[in-house]
């Protein structure tokens, strides 16, 4: 089977597969995606397709505000089955110590440009009367938004198919120096390969050190107007980057529907997509001392996801160590749908030898990859 | 908290076939349940009749289940599995463990509604639909009604409505003539359903039943005002107020799939004894396969009787239950829907009602599961129930497997059901924050 | 009527038979269309057996109860967003 030769692969449609193809095949370069299953599958299907910037470390930060602002950018255009809700987070505090916590993250943001405002207990329940009685308070960062992220992959796929970019509904066997090979046969060949497969990324590229992070999440029946920002506690951060194997924190959003959609957790070493009941009780358990009228709530539907979590949690964006021609888009843990626009632009960066916009250094794959063996 | 309730067999479904299994297991002096969605036991085709029986079979078998001191959970639905002898289920003020030495599944079948123009607007049901209705207290007296469809139920369902005082103005049978000769010819092998037959013939004179007729739209301001119908080359209006459409029942397997039971072409595989391929769990009725009152009550009373390991009992009805099956294999041999049903839906025609997804966004995916993560069709609250046996008809899809909750629930159920010993201290721990 | 519940449908009082479901209480105080869709369409109860979910109404409060599945009872409250 002969096809075309292309100037770049890419190894997955989801949302950083779509969104790097967008960015190649804007910049005119000649684009193939190869997608297993369908565009915005993944992790991208499955997860809250919240967007939000985050304060953990530097470069996390410049990441997701980076990328923030290129959403910001592409509003305009979204179609509206992509849902975009400019509703902002609520980041809440239940004690004193939380609350230090807010004003830490105000400074911290208030230093980088990024708006917000620290809401005391008055103006808390006036901006989510629902809440439970005894919060201190919340940080508000208005410019986060939600989109329903598998309609925005598809979105990228078709802004990326208006230039030069092919879609093969395939599966990659395996990665060459020029190129990839099709599993129902023949390969694709091109200068220029890009892994963004998300979990299956590793089996492609051994010694890509990514690990599966189970999480499970619940939609709920409508309730318009019942929550009207993403709520999340301040203690997701530490749910985020705990090493244990379980975790919990309250974190619900609202649907353009009215539907509610309550996360989150993460589990590590767990394989089956199957539902872990004692999970799905633990986090609604979680919701539920934030939002007690959840309890009564209609709970429609639950499913899994799997999150690619690298060590550090910072995504790998850039060239492979020891291959000149493989770079990876991957390992974006939580924040896949955030980073996804900046992912694409910061690897075309790399392509094109640009200045990026942000330093690349922090995501470069050879921070902690052993090098590879040609 | 939930309730915890221990029984030796448990009977999710009170219909027929539930009725049969749990008496059959409680004459072994058992302790039996049927757990059951709807206020009263009876199912669809008995619905309401707990007071006053339609017919001396359906009053023998509702005396039975009360001599016999069958417990009988009412307005409870199964949701999710909590270990594999113990199910989950809510009602509308509690949740509660069901556990159990044996299950029997009797969940009934639901119907197939196809999609066409204007068959979301209000008063446009399934042909069960409104016979349930009907049968609960909703008022057609005097109104017009149009059935519609395939298959005996039409006939069942107009002769109702009919003593409830509607105005059926006409059965349309997607079936051809022929069909329905060939049909008929069988039934002379099942004399007592030849009887049925015949007296429903007497019960719907003066109302005109028309083979190779369907629906090909509706339409009305803010409700059903008419119907039009195809047949041949001929279409015309015909004024009404409802329209009880049906187009074959599907069997209700979400909950043996849940379980692990091996589904094969939309049926729960059943050994002779009607058990399934999960040890201790039985099932009856309508999931194994679509074959009307007499076959489930067969099927009931032997899954009970093995349930309870009385296996002489149930080997003397296989007999039966044979005969049953032969006319549920003419049953569906005989309606089998026709191709131009498939061109009913327009581009623009909704196929997910819960989340309002039309055909032409539809196909533009190439898979069930894509088009559902992209257009979101059955992710609403009827679980792809409703579109799920359309878009089979139409596009050859295939569902997906299922996941808990089967069906929709509180969140605290969600809650309750799933805390246990181990994973209590977590549960506690995150409450404490 | 003998054996009759009194109960409200947006704050109109029906009398239905005892064992009526709430559905059919619905009907009586004149309305079709119980609710709306997502996309705003009108609509009414469609399969009558608790499965399609097109039913649901308010009951005392309680949004999103199917009422092709509940009985009335004396001085329930039913709302209907519609």
Request: charged share 20%.
């Amino acid at each position: 089977m002969s096809h075309p030769a292309y100037d770049v692969v890419i190894i997955g449609a989801g949302i950083v597969g779509a969104a790097c193809a967008r960015e190649c095949a804007r910049a005119g370069l000649r684009v193939a995606v190869v997608e297993a299953e369908f565009v915005g599958g993944g992790a991208t299907s499955t997860g809250m397709g919240h967007i939000v910037v985050m304060d953990d470390s530097e470069p996390q930060f410049a990441l997701t505000r980076y990328s923030q602002q290129l959403w910001h950018e592409i509003a305009p255009e979204l179609p509206a089955e992509v849902e975009y809700m400019a509703c902002g987070t609520l980041w809440i505090a239940a004690d004193e110590q939380e609350m230090q916590e807010v004003r830490r993250k105000q400074q911290y943001y208030g230093a980088r440009r990024v708006p917000t405002e620290i809401l005391d207990p008055r103006a808390l329940y006036e901006a989510e009367p629902h809440l439970r009685r005894g919060l201190v308070g919340a940080l508000l960062v208005p410019e986060d938004l939600v989109i329903y992220a598998p309609c925005a992959a598809r979105f990228l796929m078709r802004q990326a198919q208006t230039h030069s970019c092919d879609l093969y509904l395939d599966r990659v066997t395996e990665i060459r120096d020029d190129g990839v090979v099709l599993q129902k046969g023949g390969a694709l060949s091109a200068g220029t390969v890009i892994n963004a497969a998300g979990t299956w990324a590793p089996e492609l590229t051994p010694g890509l050190e990514m690990r599966p992070r189970k999480g499970h999440l619940i939609i709920t029946d409508r309730y318009p107007g019942f929550v009207r920002h993403q709520l999340v506690e301040l203690g997701y951060l530490k749910s985020a980057h705990v090493l244990t194997a379980e975790s919990f924190a309250f974190n619900v959003q609202p649907r353009v529907t009215g539907q509610l959609l309550i996360g989150s957790s993460r589990q590590f070493g767990v394989e089956g997509k199957g539902i872990d009941n004692h999970i799905v009780a633990g986090m609604l358990a979680r919701a539920c001392v934030y939002l007690p009228e959840l309890a009564k709530m209609s709970a429609i539907r639950c499913w899994t996801g799997f999150r690619a979590a690298t060590a550090d949690k910072l995504p790998v964006i850039g060239k492979c160590p020891g291959r000149e021609h493989l770079y990876l888009a991957t390992g974006h843990e939580g924040l896949g749908i955030t980073t996804s626009l900046a992912t694409g632009r910061l690897l075309l960066d790399q392509l094109l030898q640009r200045t990026p916009a942000i330093p690349v250094e922090p995501y470069s794959p050879s921070r902690d990859m052993e090098v590879a063996h040609a | 908290m939930s309730d915890r309730r221990q029984f030796d067999v448990l009977v999710v479904g009170g219909g027929p076939a539930g009725i049969a299994a749990a008496c059959c297991a409680a004459e072994a002096a058992l302790r039996v349940a049927i757990a059951d969605d709807n206020p009263a036991l009876g199912g669809q085709i008995w619905r309401g009749e707990h007071s006053s029986p339609s017919s001396k079979e359906a009053a023998f078998w509702y005396q039975r289940v009360k001599d016999l001191r069958v417990e009988h959970l009412a307005g409870t639905r199964v949701f999710a599995q909590v270990d594999s002898r113990t199910l989950a289920a809510e009602t509308d003020t509690s949740v509660s463990e069901l556990s159990f030495r044996s299950l029997i599944l009797a969940t009934g079948a639901r119907e197939r509604f196809l999609p066409f123009p204007g068959w979301t607007l209000p008063n446009v049901m399934g042909a069960g639909g409104l016979q349930a209705l009907a049968k609960s207290g909703w008022n057609v007296r005097g109104r017009k009604v149009v059935v519609a469809g395939t298959g005996p139920l039409l006939l069942a369902v107009a002769a109702h409505l009919r003593e409830y005082g509607a105005d059926v103005r006409l059965i349309a049978e997607q079936a051809s003539r022929r069909q329905l000769l060939a049909f008929s010819l069988s039934l002379w092998r099942q004399p007592s359903k030849l009887n049925d037959a015949l007296s429903l013939r007497r019960q719907l004179l003066g109302v005109p039943y028309l083979p190779s007729c369907w629906p090909i739209a509706a339409a009305g301001k803010h409700k059903l005002e008419s119907v039009s119908v195809r047949r041949g080359a001929k279409t015309w209006s015909v004024p009404c107020d409802y329209l009880a459409c049906g187009f074959h029942l599907v069997p209700n397997t979400e909950l043996a799939a849940l379980l692990g039971c091996v589904v094969e072409n939309g049926k729960v595989r059943v050994d002779e004894l009607q058990q399934t391929t999960m040890p201790d769990v039985y099932c009856a009725g309508e999931p194994t396969g679509i074959g009307g009152l007499e076959l489930s009550l067969v099927e009931g009373q032997i899954a009970g009787h093995a349930a309870a390991g009385r296996l002489d009992p149930a080997r003397r009805l296989f007999a039966k239950r044979d005969k049953m099956r032969r006319f549920a294999a003419a049953l569906e041999r005989a309606f089998v829907l026709r191709p131009e049903l498939q061109e009913l839906p327009r581009p623009e025609t909704l196929v997910c009602r819960c989340e309002d997804v039309s055909l032409s966004r539809l196909r533009e995916h190439s898979s069930w599961r894509a088009a559902k993560l992209l257009t979101r069709c059955g992710m609403g609250p009827c679980q792809g129930r409703i579109c799920g046996p359309a878009l089979e008809f139409l596009l050859d899809w295939k569902p997906e497997s299922v996941r808990p909750p089967v069906f929709p629930v509180r969140v605290e159920s969600l809650i309750a059901t799933a805390v246990r010993t181990d994973s209590e201290t977590m549960h506690n721990s995150a409450l404490r924050s | 009527m003998r054996d009759a519940v009194q109960m409200k449908v947006n704050g109109v009082t029906v009398r239905v038979p005892r064992g009526s479901t709430v559905a059919a209480a619905v009907l009586l105080a004149g309305r079709s269309g119980f609710r709306r869709s997502v996309s705003g369409e009108l609509r009414g109860p469609l399969c009558g057996m608790g499965i399609c979910f097109e039913c649901r109404v308010a009951v005392d409060g309680q949004p999103h109860m199917r009422s092709c599945q509940m009985l009335c009872r004396e001085g329930m409250e039913v709302t209907l967003s519609e």
